[in-house]
């Protein structure tokens, strides 16, 4: 069945439509609720259920949960019931843990006013306030097109259509996609949306601003023995078990029930083809100073996600005719804070609260530049603005001097509001940076104890992830000889290893590799779209509800 004989879509009409049901997207909804009841909004959410591809840290700025709902603190069922009572910062060697003086640090990193929790249950809570207030929430469909009116402006989002085979056909379950038609559509989709790059692109968003920057994140939940529980210490890392060039850290943070939250985090400007996240992650846990924590303790959950680092000169135009940009779809990640989910859910909040004033108006489908032109002078603005060197000088100078040159700028930002280095830029984007592998030499990691490191198998067991295997491959590689002469032979193959779930292999079949792409393992991390050396891999959604199943992540 071609194109033209497919079914035609039905369609709803809302004032306004959200693709993403994470923090952004949530707090959009109910911040239009709040200034207007009759207002109709609609969530479409690619998740299983809402919650379901959220994965942070999480330690959370409550500034936008104090904004947004300023009681929160006095909801029983707010997930957010461990405060940050111990706050340490560390430098690891191979063999040891330094830590750094609390009054070494800027100010802005102070984490004593913040909370440790799983952001995925946050944003399960804020569904259920958005549908208190009204809101339609659709889980389980995932926005796949952008629908434009005649005049280019648009005018709202089709989801995919649903039962089609890896053949491309429609099966004897195909059921056609939905229109959701908005006067605003609002983009809400995290770090490399896939409709958000489109827009980007046609738009022109990123033509003046720097090169978007990303990391991967890895984490893991483990539930520890309760002697070795430290209810609400954080401690965050730099060091080994990377090298002094190769940007990242750690984070382990302690809340609630004898859990414990582990992560890893690589700046995917990395050079060296052979390094891998996963890898370095689970070597990281192996250090003498965190092993312990996790002896004899039990590994709940697992997951990756990208994470936006640019940072204020990398977050593009974020409005265009009929929408906008809000949360990390733009990237308003403070990469040395570590934190973004207090700057989602301002510009959730921004962007709902001048669509409002457009609607009020009698308007629809055009440019809420107001939203543009506020957003530098808002909290996110400035939050981004005292920061916006540090990953710049980490990038060009080495973890050494660009960290304690990152750290000076962030004092004299704190204090006299200006940078002695101006506004750095990123240089060049993260798919860019990899060397030939003639240059490194290829690394050779421990293997897994079962115990305190695993294999990528049996991690992505632990997230649950699920997509229907008979269905189109949703990582899309645009020339396959380009991908054997370049990925594999320059780069020997480095898709095998900065993906976190063991998706892309080379099997090697004779004298002609074959390119094998293990699709049902895709946690939705989207790093293979920002490393792949020469940009040959789109990531788009799969079905509707496809992909991990995080539970308290």
Known sequence: MSTEELPPRESMEFDVVIVGAGPSGLAAAIRLKQINADLNVVVVEKGSEVGAHILSGAVIDPAGLDKLIPDWREDSDCPLKTQVKDDRFYWMTAGGAIKLPGFM?????????????????????????????GVEIYPGFAAAEVLYDEKGAVKGIATGDMGIGRDGKPKDSFTRGMELLGKYTLFAEGARGSLTKQLIAKFALDSKSEPAKFGIGLKEVWQIDPAKHQKGMIQHSFGWPLDLKTGGGS?????????????????????DPYLSPFDEFQRFKTHPSIRGTFEGAKRLAYGARAITEGGYQSVPKLTFPGGALVGCAAGFVNVPRIKGVHNAMGTGMLAAENVAAALAADRANDEI???????????????????????????????????????????FNTLFGTSLFGTQSHAKPDRSTLDPAKQHSP???????????????????????????????????????????SEHDVFAGPSNRYCPAGVYEWVEEGASPRYQINAQNCVHCKTCDVKDPNGNITWVPPEGGGGPNYEAM
């Open 105 to 133: 640090m800027p100010p802005l990193m102070d984490n004593h006013h913040c909370y440790i929790g799983s952001l995925g249950n946050v944003c399960r809570w804020l569904a259920r306030k958005a549908e208190a207030l």
């Open 251 to 271: 984070f382990l943070y302690h809340y609630d029930d004898n859990l414990v939250a582990v992560g890893f985090v690589v700046h995917l400007n990395y050079d």
């Open 369 to 411: 530049v107001d939203y543009e032109n506020a957003w530098r002078s808002s909290s996110v603005g400035k939050d981004l603005f005292l920061v916006r060197n540090v990953k710049p000088l980490w990038s060009k100078f080495g973890t050494v001097l660009g960290v304690a040159l990152g750290g000076f700028d962030m004092w």
């Open 443 to 485: 690394k050779s990691y421990p293997k897994p104890d079962g115990k305190i490191s695993f294999d990528k198998l049996s991690s992505v067991f632990l997230s649950n992830t699920n997509h229907e295997e008979d269905q189109p491959i949703h990582l899309r590689v645009a020339d396959m000889n380009l991908q054997k002469m």
